[in-house]
């Protein structure tokens, strides 16, 4: 972390904070169940399910960073392999975390494991995460505890876990791409955009960890280096996700089908907007390609590094943008109108205060495990340290 004391002191301040907010949502959560929470018989899932596939995604993608090195060799990018893991092990547990306060019986998450049906994309998806950590934690003791014959094995245990994280993020995708009943998910392109918009976030992530948070850069060039080649394959991956982006809306909206073109309107004019055209389109979209088109501000790491908090709220708003907007839209005609009163039959969601007190905390769970990871297992590659 930043040798900075002040700064170091401020970090922690804050992430305490976060920490005690959420210890307020957590015990709303656990004496009050689902009752505080804004989704009802429409919108069934909310902050926290996007906040799962927010964080699963970035383990993903920070671990397909990290694949560069240990599993395709590119030496570019070995100052950022550890630091991929570390990322990648700290952001899986709290998408999980994020998920389990959303299950209507919290406790009985181990029946996936008791009780598997893997005919399920969910179950199968369990199956896969435990796998990933397995190797990720494997990969992590390797690192810093097996000096022999590492090399190799992290070689083999990268390219298992590269595996699994593709088949993750893509049964992620599969399991909104296959639910009919719902036509902006129905698409056999949804697990492609899941990896895609994984690999932008990790990307993204490891850039505004390296930057912002890793602050032992011996060779200040080789720093600036390492900076700039992340920003370039970062702008090539928002230059593919807005073709996608944009082959996504303009042939939905040009073909003009009422079921398929209704939720677009609902996330492009709807009461929340600013979600997609600040989020998506402002900090994923033009605030990247304009620092990292513009050569001057390539070349600086702290304009990167902004270009990268961009990307990363950016595939958050993504994320509230496939969850929810869809579900605010009722499967049959009239069915609002058919319970008259019901105050959770709404088409409109906004986190309740338990939902975002629990979000803080988890947010601040993650601020203090990384800061722990990071003393426990410095990032910087031997090598490197001895220059």
């Known amino acids: 972390m930043n040798k900075n004391k002040g700064w170091t002191i401020a970090y922690w301040a804050i992430a305490i904070v976060m920490l005690g907010v959420g210890a307020i949502g957590l015990y709303w959560r656990l004496v009050y169940g689902h009752l505080l929470a804004n989704y ?15 964080f699963v995604g970035l383990s993903a993608g920070a671990f397909m960073v990290s694949s560069l090195f240990y599993a395709f060799g590119l ?48 179950s199968v998806e369990v199956w896969l995460y ?12 390797l690192e810093y505890h097996d000096e022999e014959k590492k090399s190799k ?32 998910w129905h698409g056999g392109l949804f697990p492609l955009l899941f990896i895609l918009s994984a690999f932008t976030a990790g990307v993204a992530g490891v850039i505004v960890a390296y930057v912002f948070f890793s602050k032992d850069h011996p060779d200040e060039e080789d720093y600036r280096r390492v900076v700039s080649e992340l920003g370039k394959l970062l702008l090539a991956l ?16 040009y073909s003009s089908v009422p079921s398929e073109i209704a939720p677009l309107i609902a996330i492009l004019t709807g009461p929340y907007w600013y979600v997609f055209w600040i989020g998506q389109i402002g900090l994923g979209i033009v605030l990247p390609l304009i620092v990292l088109l513009w050569k001057r501000a390539r070349q600086s790491p702290v304009w990167v590094g902004i270009a990268g908090v961009g990307v990363v709220i950016a595939t958050f708003a993504m994320r509230l943008n496939i969850v929810i907007p869809p579900l605010a839209l009722p499967e049959l005609n009239g069915l609002i ?20 007190f629990l979000a803080i905390g988890i947010v601040g769970f993650g601020m203090a495990l990384f800061a722990l990871g990071y003393a426990l297992f410095p990032t910087t590659p031997p090598a490197e340290k001895e220059a």
């Open 153 to 184: 094995m992290l070689k083999v245990l990268s390219a298992i876990g590269l595996v699994l994280v593709v088949l993750y993020e893509g049964a992620g995708g599969a399991l909104y791409g296959v639910a009919a009943a719902r036509p902006a």
């Open 238 to 253: 928002v230059a593919i996700e807005s073709l996608f982006l944009f082959s996504e809306y303009s042939v939905a909206l």
């Open 40 to 54: 009802g018989e429409l919108i069934v899932w909310g902050l926290w399910v996007a906040m799962y596939i927010f």
């Open 75 to 122: 030496e570019r990018f070995r100052p950022v392999a550890r630091l991929g893991l570390l990322v990648s092990l700290i952001a899986m547990p709290l998408g999980l975390v994020s998920i389990w306060f959303d299950l209507g019986h919290m406790w009985r998450f181990f029946e996936l494991y008791t009780r598997p049906s893997f005919t399920s994309l969910m």
């Open 130 to 141: 435990t796998a990933f950590l397995i190797v990720l934690v494997w990969m992590i003791w």
């Open 337 to 356: 109108e058919a319970v008259p009163g019901s105050t959770r039959m709404s088409m409109q969601y906004m986190p309740s205060s338990m939902e975002w």
